[in-house]
């Protein structure tokens, strides 16, 4: 079903962002018919460019950025028909009445700025100075959004000025996952699950997020940053969230949102020793982690281990582990949860029956398994084996309905005006309130990330905050 027409002005257009994710996610959206003949995607950036430079630009983007099909390129014909490009200068007055001209009255109006945050005051101001900040018309920003409590506050205040919160679309990708929504649907839509949902039946909940790249091409920002303020702060925080939530009462923007406000308000600060950080050193032939930033006293950390506890009554007494890394030996994005041994064993001579495991695969190979225990068959007595419940979204639902793009659904939801899957403003200042203390005790201790082999699942010392515990990391990969 297509929305309803459009025009979305994308800034930072020729970014990589915009050429990675965001255009080709519009493209495979027009594609299926959800994005109308007549919508207008107007590309704006600085650099003085023809709209036809602009649309060759975005011809290769698509080229590079989708698979081919027997009929790509008659569709990328029509795409491009309705693209076009606008040069303008965040910090001057150039090019925005030009912009102005290009959108139509009524129809949707959407902002997307692609860009880095330091431009996000200097464009909303210009949006309001020339007439373009309509009460109905949508900003959308992408992350990182603030580097700590005091920075979010002020880029919320710099967008409030000008638009309200209804208006304010908080990109975090990871929402649009499939499988991020699919935990949604598996907690609210069954009703096995969510009765033995606590702290009775759940002994920890692992959260995993698995990189094999490292920092290729993203070393400035990255080091300034570091794996806890480019991926817990949001990411793992937001895969906590939905995790952890009370049900909604219902699936709406803010009532989703009130609930994972109140499970970052309940984590209790994070103590030094529950927490690992470390750094990839260099192999064989392969630069490490301070090579790769160019700085040797570098201590921002490439990958964290933290044991986290949501202070409230479902939860009281269940760790959640969180790790994320670059240079792993895999790329995975996992929630597992361990739901506690069963109480008694009437089996004799065999092991302790463990309790089960629900995994939750984000990436790769979207599905569900569950760990159950069943009778070993085979001769012998009578034993127990560790068996899967395994679901595979791919395989459940057709091999060959090619999985969304999270930004393909986030887009759409954009124009569908559903701030469902993007962050509310104090969610976002509640994740920093949270973070920051972490943050700043090791900018005091100016304690060392511990190394890391490349490849590996990350320094010994991440899997000791298991051990120590009794308890063992899943293998990545
Ligand atoms: C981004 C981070 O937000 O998410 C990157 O800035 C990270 O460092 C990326 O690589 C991971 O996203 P995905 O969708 O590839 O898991």
Known sequence: ???????????????????RKILPGLFHRYEVGQVPQD??????????????????DVRAAIEEFTPETSDRAEVLGRFLGCLDYVSVDAMSDAGWSALKGQLR???????????????????????????????DARIVVEKPFGRNLETARELNASLRKFFREHQIYRIDHYLGKETVQNLMALRFANSLFEPLWNATHIDHVQITVA????????????????????????????????????????????????????????????APSDIARGQYRADEGEDGYLDHVGDPQSRTESFIAMKVRIANWRWAGVPFYLRTGKRLRARVSEIMVQFRDPPHTIFPNVEPVQGNKLIIRLQPDEGITLRTTIKDPGPGGFRLAEVPLDMSFAEALGADSRPQDAYERLVMDVIRGDQTLFMRGDEVEAAWAWADPIIEGWERTR??????????????????????????????G
């Open 1 to 19: 079903i297509p929305v309803e027409p459009f025009d979305l002005v994308l800034f930072g257009a020729t970014g990589d962002l915009a050429r």
């Open 39 to 56: 919508a207008r995607i107007i590309g704006s950036a600085r650099s003085e460019m023809t709209p036809d430079e602009f649309k060759a």
């Open 105 to 135: 009255p009524d129809v949707v109006r959407a902002y997307y700025l692609s860009v880095a945050p330091s431009l996000f005051a200097g464009i909303a101001g210009q949006l309001e100075k020339h007439g373009m900040a309509m009460p």
């Open 211 to 270: 990189e094999s790249l490292g920092i290729e091409g993203r070393e400035a920002y990255y080091d300034h940053s570091g794996a806890m303020r480019d991926m817990v702060q949001n990411h793992l925080v937001q895969l906590l969230c939905l995790t952890a939530m009370e049900p909604p009462s219902k699936f709406t923007p803010n009532a989703v949102r009130d609930e994972k406000v109140k499970v970052i308000e309940a984590l209790d600060p994070v």
């Open 447 to 476: 304690d060392k990330p511990f190394p890391y082999d490349q490849g590996s699942s990350g320094p010994e010392e991440a899997l000791m905050l298991m051990h120590r515990d009794g308890r063992r990391w899943r293998q990545i």
